[in-house]
């Protein structure tokens, strides 16, 4: 529309100063004739705007002229630009919808916004997906309150981050000396992705026991944005090798259950496993990165049966031997409790 695109042409000016037509022409996918008589709509409209020719000329607003459209203090500017991760406005068929709104806010705002704006984009980021194998319920509710000041001035002021860190696994504190690159919200758990001795790292902020911001300037990878180092680290934590394919059968009144335990096991290769058919069974195949993996079916004691290979079928039976010597005494007395 005639109107989107006046607008369009004023920003343009406004951060841009003087422009070709023929670049604003191809910007919006227009001739050059027409931005010619939008810059004739412009100038009656009062807006200063006037046209040099030659080699060096163009299209222009008179000097000091400006006009705030967004009325956008700094931290809304800055909240514009953290945005869900790429693929959310992909499937919805709105990225290139979302890159145009963006430059045209970018190039409405005051000059003094506009390098904290473009920091944030580049800085901050927000991926709404769950992980393969996401947390519980009981794990979201239980999540503590994380205070990402030290963390935020870390990565805004370009400075290294002394921290110590707690791991998951087993409780150890560290303390490391990382670079950090930014923060990354995923399906609501913030992490820092930083370098450690020059390698990607991944951080739950919640992990982090205390941090200092120290006087020595980051020393990122060269090239190495914040959206390349979450997309390796992304993938090396989803992007697992397929060690054992399992061909198994599920009691289709447990299969529901099954899906919402399992679903992120199945193979991606076959279909899933449908709730309605015929027979007392749906047939499930499942791709494992291990053989002792396996052993996640047991919690569906007979409701569950791997058909095939051989070799699970061992690894479960191993494991229930184990679980079976366990509590010999109560299975001897008939012990239910």
Known sequence: MKSDRLLSILLLLQTRGRVPAAELAERLEVSVRTIYRDIESLST????????????????LLPGFRTDVTGLTSDEAR???????????SALGLEGALGSALRKIMAALPAPHRPAAELTSRRILIDPERWQLGPTERERRDRPVVDLDVLHTAVFAD????????????GEQHTYTVDPY????KAGV????????????????????SATVLDSPVQRRAGIELADAWDALRDAVQVRPT??????????????????????????????????????????????PAFGAVCQLLQFG??????????ARAELARAAREVTALYPLHLQQGDTT
């Open 243 to 288: 060690v054992i394919r399992v061909h198994a059968r599920v009691r289709r009144e447990r299969l529901a259950l099954f899906l919402r335990i399992c679903g992120t096991m199945l193979d991606p290769g076959h279909a899933p496993p449908e709730a309605t058919g015929g027979g007392e069974w749906a047939e499930a195949r499942m791709a494992y």
């Open 302 to 311: 007979g409701d569950v049966e791997v058909l095939d290979p051989p070799a």
């Open 159 to 170: 400075r290294r981050l002394r921290m110590r860190y707690r791991h998951g696994g087993n």
């Open 45 to 60: 409209a009062g807006v200063p705007v006037y046209a040099e020719r030659g080699r060096h000329g163009g299209i222009a």
């Open 79 to 89: 909240a514009l630009f953290v945005l869900a991760a790429q693929g959310a406005h």
């Open 182 to 185: 930014g923060l990354v919200a």
């Open 190 to 209: 913030w992490y820092l992705v930083a370098d450690l001795r020059s390698r990607p790292r991944l951080f739950r902020a919640d992990r982090v026991v």
